[in-house]
Structure formats: C-alpha cells, structure tokens
C-alpha cells in the first residue's frame, strides 16, 4: 500500500500534494510527522516536544522506536536515505529514537539518514577498506600500513611509534566475547534485538 499524505488538520491528501503536514504508512499503521520539530535538540527535549506537539490534526506524538524508524529508510537512495518527496526536510544526519542504550539510560539510539556505506559497498556501489578495532590493537603497523595505501600513500611511510603506541579508553579493549562478560543478562538482550536490525553483520565477536 502506497503511503498517504496527511494535511494539517489531518485529512488524506492526493499522492500529488506539494504541501502536507504528516505521513501515514498504512502498511504498518505509522505516521510521521513533516517538518513539525525543525529545532535540533537534546534527546530528553526532543521526547517532550513530540509528546506536546499538536500537529496533522493529531495531539498524540511520540518519538519512534529503532524499529519504527529504520522502516522509512529507503536503502536505494542517499543523502539523505529516504523517500525525499516524502520528506523534504530531512537532513543528512542522525535522528533521536524513543528506545534508550542498553548500558546508560542517559544514552538514546538513533538513526543516521545520511547513508549505509556497509550496504553501499555490498551493492558495489563504494570502494571502502573495512578495519576492525581487533585488527588494530592486534598488529596495528600492518593496519596502518593497509590504510595509507587504500588511500593512496607511501605505506612504507615511517610511522611514528607514539602513533603505534597511543592507547584510547573506550568500553572494548579488543577481546572477543568481552559484551558477554561485562553486560548484564538485560543489556545482552536488548542488544540481540538491535542486532536483529543488521542481519548482514557478524556480531559474533561481542559473544553476544
């Protein structure tokens, strides 16, 4: 079913509408909103705003889920990765979901319409070199030296050893399996459903 423009005041408009307040995707029963909150904002005010929007003829707004997102993403397109005629606002960049991290609730998922460059290199579409954080910490000149020549550099550069040697504090520190040993048993489930998101990907290495 073809997804219908919703006016102002909430009536269905023709499919040829230039001017329309909401979309309303009948084969999932999910409307969202056109151009209501142009304002960027903090995560906790972008929910408060859509639970106070009057907007469409409609006064019961919420941010979507990951999943209620994701399901306007048009993979064919790029910059941004949606159906522009239906969205005309949307920018290349990352939108607020309702659905909060499975390590801090002070942290919020959400989704980059800019484009997926993992798909993008599936279809042939880009040329990328894919580098693991496990590749790095495990032999980090080779990895170095992969990507200066994917680039177009001397990879026989000299490379400086505080380059080689720099350590960063991030929540992984490259070992296989390490989600499993850290999260509870709530955080690896909600990170399972995500993962549910990303059927192409591996994320076997998290133990997860």
Same mark, same amino acid.
């Given at each position: 079913?073809?997804?219908?423009?919703?006016?102002?005041? @909430?009536? +269905? &408009? =023709?499919?040829?509408?230039?001017?329309?307040? %909401?979309? &309303?995707?009948?084969?999932?029963?999910?409307?969202?909103?056109? @151009?209501?909150?142009?304002?960027? &904002?903090?995560?906790?005010?972008?929910?408060?705003? #859509?639970?106070? *929007?009057?907007?469409?003829? +409609?006064?019961?707004?919420?941010? =979507?889920?990951?999943?209620?997102?994701?399901?306007?993403?048009?993979?064919?397109?790029? #910059?941004?990765?949606?159906? +522009?005629? &239906?969205?005309?606002?949307? $920018?290349?960049? !990352?939108?607020?979901?309702?659905?909060?991290?499975?390590?801090? /609730?002070?942290?919020?998922?959400?989704?980059?319409?800019?484009?997926? !460059?993992?798909?993008?290199?599936?279809? @042939?579409?880009?040329? %990328?070199? !894919?580098?693991?954080?496990?590749?790095? *910490?495990?032999? =980090?000149?080779?990895?170095?030296?992969?990507?200066?020549?994917?680039? @177009?550099?001397? %990879?026989?550069?000299? *490379? /400086?050893?505080?380059?080689?040697?720099?350590?960063?504090?991030?929540? $992984?520190?490259?070992?296989?399996?390490?989600?499993?040993?850290?999260?509870? %048993?709530?955080?690896?489930?909600?990170?399972?459903?995500?993962?549910?998101?990303?059927?192409?990907?591996?994320?076997? $290495?998290?133990?997860?």
């Amino acid at each position: 079913m073809e997804p219908i423009k919703i006016s102002n005041t @909430g009536e +269905h &408009l =023709p499919a040829e509408a230039t001017e329309f307040a %909401a979309v &309303l995707f009948p084969a999932t029963g999910l409307m969202f909103a056109v @151009g209501a909150l142009p304002k960027a &904002l903090a995560h906790e005010a972008a929910g408060e705003a #859509a639970i106070s *929007l009057t907007h469409a003829g +409609h006064s019961d707004w919420r941010l =979507p889920t990951v999943q209620e997102l994701v399901s306007i993403v048009d993979y064919s397109r790029r #910059a941004p990765a949606c159906d +522009h005629a &239906l969205f005309p606002d949307t $920018r290349n960049d !990352w939108y607020w979901t309702s659905d909060v991290s499975a390590w801090s /609730p002070g942290y919020a998922w959400f989704v980059n319409f800019y484009v997926s !460059w993992y798909r993008l290199c599936q279809q @042939g579409a880009v040329e %990328a070199l !894919w580098v693991t954080y496990e590749e790095m *910490l495990a032999d =980090p000149k080779s990895t170095v030296r992969n990507v200066l020549s994917f680039l @177009g550099f001397d %990879a026989e550069l000299a *490379l /400086p050893a505080e380059v080689l040697e720099r350590k960063y504090h991030t929540f $992984r520190d490259g070992r296989v399996g390490q989600g499993a040993a850290v999260l509870t %048993a709530e955080q690896q489930q909600r990170l399972r459903e995500r993962f549910a998101y990303y059927p192409y990907v591996d994320f076997g $290495r998290y133990g997860l």
